[in-house]
């Protein structure tokens, strides 16, 4: 059982840029697909982005985040990284990573406890 702690959120203008990590705190990512999501105040939670952790290979973006997020893993620090980029007052939401096992249809079994990411006009 992998526990998710996320880091790098904040205040940012719009037009700006942030760098959210989530670290494994206890275990590892190798069996799963990494994902993020984020929830807005009043909204569902969203999904954000996916990757396949031990392949590296980035499942999908959801189409609000596509060319200005980029997902992806870094194997020596052992975190999942989503880089956001032309953020937009619509981004603001508290923003989590997830993990689920790779076989087919498996659930998002587990998640961080979440970083804000707030972007003012």
């Known amino acids: 059982q992998v526990q998710l702690g996320e880091s790098g959120g904040g205040l940012v203008q719009a037009g700006g840029s942030l760098r959210l990590s989530c670290a494994a705190t206890?275990?590892?990512?190798?069996?799963?697909?990494m994902g993020w999501f984020r929830q807005a105040p009043g909204k569902e939670r969203e999904f954000v982005a996916a990757?396949?952790?031990?392949?590296?290979?980035?499942?999908t973006y959801a189409s609000s985040v596509r060319g200005r997020f980029t997902i992806s893993r870094d194997r020596v620090k052992n975190t999942v990284n989503l880089e956001m980029n032309k953020l937009n007052p619509e981004d603001t939401a508290i923003y989590y990573c997830?993990?689920?096992?790779?076989?087919?249809?498996?659930?998002?079994?587990?998640w961080g406890q979440g970083t804000q990411v707030t972007v003012s006009s």
């Open positions: 206890n275990g590892t990512f190798t069996p799963y697909i």
């Open positions: 997830a993990a689920r096992p790779t076989a087919a249809g498996s659930g998002w079994s587990f």
């Open positions: 990757i396949n952790w031990q392949s590296g290979f980035i499942i």
